[in-house]
């Protein structure tokens, strides 16, 4: 469970170098915030930013951008970078709503988004809520290039299928899908793991994934 108030979180966050405290601001304006024109790829929901700061470590000519709701957990991912040895330049980190994404980056500024382990909101009343309703593709719809993708990963069997049915209806294509990421071998090419892929495949469950685009 995540612990939603660590005491001066918020504080730490507004202060630190690597996170940025009105995003709204830089809309459009993303590569003045890194200083050059390197694709940027999002991850929303990135907990305690295992999976983004492993990927902006790899690839130093992509400028990667976590979403995080809760300061609690965000400010983990910032003390994850503090502990780095090498400064990780092309990472930024935002504590924000992922319904608000559409006013921090503009049209076709995104290359890619993640989305791993997103809180399955499971009643159906909530079903709007899931980062795979046809309500936020539409709004991945307005940011992403016109070829960009966006990459779902899950352990749970019910939002999986839910995505797999959804994902279509928003006019989107799924051009790929594995119930069992670690066992096939194309899919699982390159992975990187989160904190919970981790603790859910050391525990015998299957990692799901899918790759979408429009």
Not at 17 to 33: C, F, H, L, R, T
Not at 104 to 132: G, M, Q
Not at 180 to 185: A, G, K, P, T, V
Not at 191 to 210: A, R, W
Request: net charge negative.
């Amino acid at each position: 469970m995540r612990l939603r108030n660590v005491p001066g979180s918020r504080e730490a966050i507004a202060e630190h170098d690597m996170a940025i405290n009105e995003p709204q601001e830089y809309k459009g304006k993303w590569s003045e915030v890194f200083g050059n024109d390197n694709p940027i790829r999002v991850e929303i929901g990135m907990g305690k930013g295992q999976f983004i700061t492993a990927l902006a470590k790899q690839n130093p000519d992509i400028n990667y951008v976590g979403i995080e709701k809760f300061s609690s957990v965000l400010i983990r991912a910032l003390q994850r970078l503090e502990n780095e040895e090498e400064e990780v330049k092309n990472l930024r980190f935002i504590r924000m709503d992922a319904e608000n994404i559409e006013s921090v980056f503009d049209t076709c500024e995104v290359d890619r988004i993640y989305l791993n382990f997103s809180d399955p909101w499971p009643k159906d009343r909530h079903a709007k809520r899931r980062l795979t309703s046809v309500q936020f593709m539409n709004r991945y719809n307005n940011i992403l290039k016109s070829d960009g993708v966006v990459e779902f990963k899950t352990d749970n069997d019910l939002l999986f299928e839910f995505s797999l049915e959804e994902i279509p209806k928003a006019n989107w294509e799924i051009v790929n899908h594995t119930f069992d990421l670690h066992n096939n071998e194309e899919m699982c090419q390159g992975n990187v793991m989160t904190e919970y892929e981790e603790k859910f495949s050391s525990q015998g469950n299957p990692i799901h994934k899918l790759i979408a685009r429009r």
